[in-house]
């Protein structure tokens, strides 16, 4: 099975699940490229897996341990959606079978821990905040289906079925989230905007005033060869950004002043002969 992404911090707009039956492996926000918006494109045009959650905002998550107990919504909902606790009879527009005593196959879904759970608040909550789970229809098909076996090859030749398409599905997403990602970083570490941030950047302050010298005369394309400067990296910028797949992460600009070569020379400064030792350095940039 294929392994979840990393947990990025926790972002105030993303419900927080409080029932301590599943583990939350990622938060998404309604801005972010979550596996419903990549299910939406990969699917038909008239699909909105948007339009589960409220404001698109929900976790990734799996049973904390052992065999988490899902229950059915019932209501007028484009997909098939789950509880964590028997919903009410009665009121909403998602609602329980009428009696529970009469519950009808496919009401009750067992979720083995490592299948992927997506939970948040319903869109199309009317009384309240319903809490729901989705899991897509290519694994959800499996568990049902493994439900209905009654050996345990077969229950676990399902399970293994329902893995599969899980780690398929999840791999295609995390492709192209990476690509998404990786265009995000791109422009914010564009040349043009690394130019600007030379003597722009919320650090350049710190620097000891030679060093903002020497990059300012970079910037403009001068030499620096008759200030001494302090050798080695400074940081000129850090910037947090959230990535299209939901996670943060930090990015740093330094600059890292490098000697190449001294050359002598002598001249006259008023009366008297001087001899003159200049350092030239490279300025080399890079944002880790």
């Known amino acids: 099975m294929g392994s979840a992404p990393s947990t990025p911090r926790k972002a105030s707009a993303i419900p927080s699940s409080s029932h301590g039956k599943t583990e939350v ?3 998404f926000t309604g801005s972010d490229f979550g596996p419903l918006r990549f299910r939406d494109q990969q699917g038909e045009q008239s699909s909105n897996h948007g339009g589960i959650f409220k404001g698109n905002c929900y976790v990734l998550s799996t049973a904390l341990e052992g065999i988490l107990t899902l229950y059915r919504v019932h209501g007028k909902q484009q997909f098939t959606t789950w509880t ?27 979720v083995p821990k490592g299948i992927f759970l997506l939970e948040g608040i319903a869109a199309a909550s009317s009384e309240g905040d319903t809490w729901i789970v989705f899991i897509p229809d290519e694994v959800l098909s499996c568990l049902l289906a493994a439900q209905k076996e009654r050996s345990d090859e077969a ?11 899980q780690r398929d599905f ?18 914010v570490t564009a040349e043009a905007r690394t130019a600007a941030l030379l003597t722009t950047g919320n650090q350049f302050h710190k620097l000891p005033s030679s060093v903002q010298k020497a990059l300012r005369l970079h910037q403009q394309r001068q030499s620096n ?10 940081v000129l910028h850090t910037e947090r950004v959230r ?11 330094t600059a890292r002043f490098e000697f190449q070569h001294e050359s002598r020379s002598v001249g006259l400064e008023g009366n008297a002969i001087v001899d003159r030792t200049v350092r030239s350095h490279k300025v080399l940039l890079q944002w880790k």
């Open 225 to 234: 060869k008759s200030h001494p400067i302090h050798e080695g990296t400074h």
């Open 155 to 165: 229950l676990v030749a399902s399970l293994d079925e329902a893995f599969a398409d």
């Open 84 to 110: 964590l606790t028997h919903p009410p009879s009665t009121g909403g527009t998602l609602r329980s079978l009428s009696s529970w005593s009469a519950l009808e196959a496919g009401t009750i879904l067992k």
């Open 170 to 187: 999840y791999d295609r997403y995390e492709t192209r989230a990476q690509e998404l990602n990786e265009a995000i970083v791109r422009e």
């Open 243 to 253: 990535l299209p797949n939901g996670t943060e992460v930090t990015l740093t600009l």
């Open 25 to 27: 492996l990622r938060r």
